[in-house]
């Protein structure tokens, strides 16, 4: 029965939409659905075989298409064109329909961006009377623009600056409105390209509109180009199409062109979206583009994408650093310094890049700014680069730092003087003025976790004055005047095995052993021994101990006897896909060494291999006498 009734009702409404004026029924209402075949309908949509409501039976219906219009001189005119009086003259000699306007308008508009002339000539296109008659044209016959010319007139009336007022402007944006339903996805995309970063209340309502067919219809997306131009302007839609659309990408993923890539991952990264499934994706793809795609912006932007998302692939850094090591000589200073932090950031160290970068700063130190050498001098010490050149290196550096350290601001001179620090170049004049306790004041405000890392970091710099530069006067009054934070990060399982490991070393005695030992150096020892010279372990607590804030004990440390400290070295502390510590834990190792003890390294990869309690006992003491042995061979 209800079946009947839909049916009867089609026919009523074919039969009242045919009985309209025709350009009104072919422009505003949708297809409607098929009755009998002898029912009239209006002309112009097209037909296709369909099942009836009523009928168990498939009826044949007649399919008819509006012909595709014949390409006119106009038409031609407009493709041949290459200077917008070519199109104006051509508008006013043939003139057309609403639908040719618009085309030409789109050309003319494409010839001025090409050609960059624009801006230069904007108020006599804007107010040329053949345009003008161009653009009226339009406002007429607005409704016979077809889709994918009337988004082009919408994109070129803005970038002509036309305002939101104007009648044609108007007119084109309701009609967009209007047919929002039947653009296609690709026509969505162009929409949400052009007005994402608009303001005007009209140009915000298309755009949602645009978004919310997206969101309905985000499985019709079948190109690439669309996916990564949505994907570039998600900050303006919703998480569930952002989500949706990184799934759509991952589809297409293997049609993106080098741009496109790139396109996405600055997108990601400028929404911190990290989305490992695609960003593994891009990058496998990535691989397999030619080098002619991979310009040098490009390899940029990538690697600045990659350092933003902490995402490490060690295939994609290789071909970058193949790609850019030929082009360094001809790089500026400040294609460099954002190169070479990106891959600090990464914790990825090419040397033979990086040893490009500490000569091309050499040949051409005159064109660095001094904020782009710090950056440079801080990226080498994350990563512990010792240029193979360093004499010359450090010999144009020391004379910059010389005239301009002093006068940068706090926070950025206490990392300078640090990451000198870690290269072994920090000389007394650079270490004493940020120990004074006017300096300390500086950084001791804002945010308290940033204030207590550069505490950290003053400690470090006041160990090297001390360590490293015994001759200079007062040396131990900087370490007095700054406090030791306590460590309050939890422990890792390396940490805790390796503790619980020498608690049974020492058979459970608390007077032999020190854990999680915050050394006044800003150091945190993970265990603390003193052997004899059998290697056994003695009791320390009566002992001196000058590395810690209350100085330990009032004995000596007895003849023969070694203190050690022992050191679990995390996955972090290593360089990206390497073994080699960075450049944090080769200062701590070398502070720690001065300061009289012998350094036990515990590195992940070696404990995660031992299974039982005898294996690590078994491991901490054949560690301990390499040590001793090492120590004593010297």
Request: proline fraction near 6%; hydrophobic fraction near 40%.
């Amino acid at each position: 029965m209800a079946s009947r009734l839909l049916g009867r009702y089609a026919r009523l409404l074919c039969r009242a939409s045919s009985q309209a004026p025709a350009a009104v029924a072919a422009a505003r209402l949708p297809p409607t659905v098929a009755g009998p075949a002898g029912v009239q309908r209006p002309q112009g949509w097209p037909w296709i075989t369909e099942r009836s409501m009523c009928e168990g039976g498939t009826v044949a219906v007649e399919e008819m298409y509006s012909p595709t219009p014949a390409r006119t001189q106009l038409d031609e005119l407009f493709e041949k064109a290459v200077v917008p009086e070519d199109i104006l003259q051509a508008w006013i000699q043939h003139r057309g329909n609403g639908n040719q306007a618009a085309d030409g308008l789109v050309k003319l508009i494409l010839i001025l961006k090409t050609k960059g002339e624009f801006k230069g000539q904007q108020s006599e296109v804007i107010k040329d009377s053949r345009l003008m008659d161009m653009k009226a044209t339009i406002y007429r016959e607005v409704t016979l623009v077809w889709n994918s010319s009337l988004v082009s007139v919408l994109r070129a009336l803005s970038f002509m600056g036309v305002p939101p007022t104007d009648a044609v402007l108007t007119s084109v944006q309701n009609e967009v409105l209007w047919r929002v339903r039947r653009l296609t996805c690709k026509q969505l995309g162009q929409l949400v390209d052009w007005g994402a970063g608009s303001k005007r209340q009209q140009d915000v309502v298309i755009v949602n509109a645009a978004l919310k067919q997206l969101e309905l219809r985000w499985t019709e997306i079948a190109d690439s180009k669309t996916v990564s131009t949505l994907i570039s302007k998600g900050q303006s839609m919703s998480p569930t199409l952002r989500s949706r659309l990184e799934d759509k990408a991952l589809e297409l993923v293997e049609g993106f062109t080098a741009e496109d890539i790139r396109k996405v991952c600055s997108s990601l990264a400028a929404q911190s979206r990290r989305s490992i499934p695609l960003l593994r994706a891009l990058s496998y793809y990535l691989l397999q583009r030619p080098s002619s795609e991979l310009s040098t912006p490009l390899i940029m932007d990538l690697a600045f994408a990659y350092g933003k998302l902490n995402f490490s692939h060690s295939q994609v850094f290789q071909r970058m650093a193949s790609e850019l090591l030929p082009r360094v000589p001809e790089l500026h200073p400040a294609d460099v310094t954002r190169f070479a932090k990106s891959l600090g950031f990464l914790k990825w160290l090419h040397v033979p890049l990086f040893q490009a970068f500490a000569e091309h700063y050499t040949a051409n130190s005159q064109n660095y700014s001094v904020p782009q050498l710090c950056n440079l001098l801080m990226t080498f010490a994350r990563v512990n680069f010792q240029p193979s050149k360093g004499d010359s290196f450090f010999g144009k550096v020391h004379p910059v730092l010389e005239e301009s350290l002093s006068g940068l601001e706090p926070f950025l001179q206490t990392d300078v003087v640090w990451s000198l620090c870690v290269l072994q170049q920090a000389r007394p004049q650079y270490l004493i003025p940020v120990t004074q306790q006017s300096h300390i004041t500086k950084l001791s405000g804002g945010n308290p976790v940033r204030a207590g890392s550069y505490q950290l970091k003053l400690l470090h710099i006041a160990a090297t004055l001390q360590l490293e530069h015994p001759g200079s006067s007062e040396t131990s009054s900087y370490l007095k005047a700054l406090s030791v934070p306590a460590s309050s990060s939890p422990l890792t399982p390396l940490q805790s095995g390796l503790r619980e490991a020498l608690h049974s070393l020492v058979g459970g005695s608390k007077d032999a052993l020190r854990t999680g030992v915050d050394t006044v150096y800003g150091w945190t020892i993970d265990g603390e021994l003193v052997v004899d010279c059998d290697n056994k372990p003695i009791g320390i607590t009566r002992m001196k101990a000058p590395h810690l804030p209350s100085g330990g004990g009032l004995e000596n440390l007895p003849t023969g006897a070694h203190r050690l400290a022992f050191l679990a070295l995390e996955f972090p502390n290593f360089g990206s896909k390497s073994k080699d510590l960075l450049g944090r834990f080769v200062m701590m190792k070398r502070h720690l060494q001065l300061a009289g003890f012998l350094t036990v390294e515990v590195p992940y990869y070696e404990w995660l291999e031992l299974k039982t309690d005898w294996q690590k006992l078994a491991y901490l003491k054949d560690k301990i006498g390499k040590v001793v042995a090492e120590d004593m061979a010297k």
